[in-house]
């Protein structure tokens, strides 16, 4: 059985482990977990990390859960917050819940027998367990000095804001999700984020009292890219798995714009690239930096590994029309799709079909008025469907007008305005 342990050291995905015994247990099959918080209706970027963890101990063997916290959601996590979050509704937590399953349905193969790969949700065990019974089975194995010694409650006690005993009972939650995944599924290595360490090492601790069991935790490294902005923002929003939140475009062009310091470090962490693939995509790098190589074969693979072929396809094909190359062959809906974010104007059909392309662009919004559209059209600044027009007095043809719906106009490189014809 190939050592998952040496993999995730050579992956960067290895940042402590509770004891040195886990890599000798690792040597036969295992079955290992890694939660998600059900914060929002889908995970973002930075939750790769986990997930390709689970898929690193996966392709070595090992059988893996994925757990939601459909009911640890209801506190959220306080590890690595400054303060309080916001405490999500019943309804809030189930739409949110089935968001991040779809999400981790699309990267691990959990219909699969034969794949050791399951989903389960903590609500199914913790729903149904009384304050009193949990308080006196589980509660008393938890002491003050240890929970107050963690590094995520002790940062925040030292706070302003301090802890509540909402967020403060987390953790004796998580260390009863890993007892009852290893009563019920033998499990015996949970896997997260640094941020983690103080949960986790509380579910082995639990383990070992009650059940006189040895368990084992491992943490990853937090992402960060060569400045230290935590992996996973872009203009201070954050990049998420669903298309629904983050356009295929957007998607692929968050990783293809990664600097030149982190490409190779994040073609080890977030993809499957072979590491003497790797290498030769770092010296190709250092002599055309220019070319992107590493960056492009990083959007690439994890672009394809999120959306598959199909969505990786949407997004090369919105990045050439982007950049000015022929829009054949796309559609009303692909264009929808790829200037989701560009400002659009409805015009009537009416006002649309015949008319000259100065009055066009002034009705849009992309000129200020008939004139500036002129000077715009003789300098040859604009573009119709990326189609340059020169002549002043052409009017607009039915072929102008995609699916008889949409008008994609463009002054420069930037400036698009999307009519909408109807």
């Given at each position: ?137 589980t509660g008393k194995h938890f002491r003050m000095g240890t929970m107050l010694g963690k590094e ?55 383990i070992r009292k009650l059940r006189g069991a040895e368990a084992y935790g491992l943490t990853f ?58 290498a030769a995509l770092e010296e190709s790098l250092a002599r055309e930096p220019e070319k992107r ?130």
């Open positions: 059985m190939q050592d998952v342990i040496e993999t995730l050291k050579t992956r960067l995905l290895f940042d402590d482990i509770t004891s040195p015994d886990i890599q000798e247990c690792a040597k036969s099959q295992q079955t290992v977990y890694a939660g998600f918080d059900p914060s929002s209706d889908s995970l973002g970027v930075g939750n790769l990390v986990t997930i390709l963890a689970l898929a690193h101990f996966q392709r070595c063997g090992h059988k893996v859960i994925a757990l939601v916290g459909g009911a640890t959601g209801m506190i959220g996590d306080p590890s690595g917050k400054s303060s309080e979050r916001a405490l999500l509704s019943a309804v809030e937590i189930e739409e949110n819940t089935a968001g991040i399953k779809r999400d981790l349905a699309c990267l691990l193969d959990f219909d699969s027998p034969t794949a050791g790969v399951k989903m389960v949700n903590n609500a199914d065990w913790l729903g149904s367990i009384s304050v009193l019974d949990f308080l006196r089975d995520s409650v002790r940062g925040r006690m030292e706070s302003d804001e301090g802890m509540s005993f909402t967020e403060f009972s987390y953790q004796i939650l998580q260390a009863y999700d890993f007892l009852h995944l290893h009563d019920s599924a033998g499990c015996s290595i949970q896997i997260g984020g640094s941020d983690q360490w103080g949960n986790i090492t509380a579910g082995v601790e639990l490294p937090l992402v960060c890219d060569s400045s230290g902005v935590k992996f996973g923002k872009t203009e201070g929003n954050t990049v998420f798995l669903s298309a629904d939140k983050t356009s295929y475009y957007d998607f692929y062009q968050f990783f293809f714009r990664v600097e030149d310091a982190d490409a190779a470090r994040f073609l080890k962490i977030f993809t499957f690239v072979p590491l003497d693939e790797v190589q590493a960056q492009k074969r990083l959007a690439e693979e994890v672009t394809r590994m999120v959306h598959g072929e199909d969505g990786l396809q949407v997004a090369l094909r919105t990045s050439s029309v982007l950049f000015g190359e022929s829009m054949e062959g796309l559609n009303a809906a692909d264009l929808r799709s790829i200037f989701a974010n560009a400002p659009s104007t409805e015009l009537a059909s009416d006002r649309a079909r015949g008319a000259d392309w100065p009055s066009v662009a002034a009705a849009s919004g992309l000129c200020k008025s008939k004139g500036e559209a002129r000077r715009l059209i003789q300098s040859g600044g604009f573009y119709v469907n990326n189609r340059r027009i020169q002549d002043i007095g052409a009017q607009v043809r039915d072929s102008d007008i995609i699916d008889g719906e949409i008008i994609v106009l463009r002054s420069g490189k930037k400036n698009i305005r999307l009519i909408k014809v109807v």
